[in-house]
């Protein structure tokens, strides 16, 4: 199974490990960075790729549990500046893309 999924301004990991699926958006632009990470299904890393329009495989990743975001922009933010909701899920999916580095640097 591959372990990694990638769009415009998502990315989804799999960690074959724990059996546990995560996915960021991120969008960066002159007026600030947003970041959205997520603990998903296996449904939902399975669709993710699918679709022909990167906006319908953003709506599926936000259907998953939201474990950390951050709004930093020009206009203000939504609310406060960061917001962690799943601590563990949080670490968890910076520990899968942490290997997938690992993993990446051994390679070359």
């Given amino acids: 199974m591959q372990n990694e999924k990638r769009g415009i301004c998502w990315t989804a ?22 970041q959205y990470d997520y603990e998903i299904t296996r449904e939902i890393y399975d669709r993710l790729g699918t679709f022909g329009d990167d906006c319908e495989n953003e709506t599926l990743i936000r259907t998953g549990k939201l474990a950390y975001s951050f709004e930093n922009t020009m206009y203000g933010t939504l609310g406060p500046e960061r917001m962690v909701w799943d601590e563990e899920a949080s670490d968890a999916m910076k520990d899968v893309v942490r290997k997938r580095q690992e993993k990446g640097k051994k390679k070359t």
């Fill in 13 to 34: 990991y799999h960690d074959p490990d724990t059996e546990r699926f995560f996915a960021e958006i991120i969008y960066t632009s002159r007026e600030g960075r947003e």
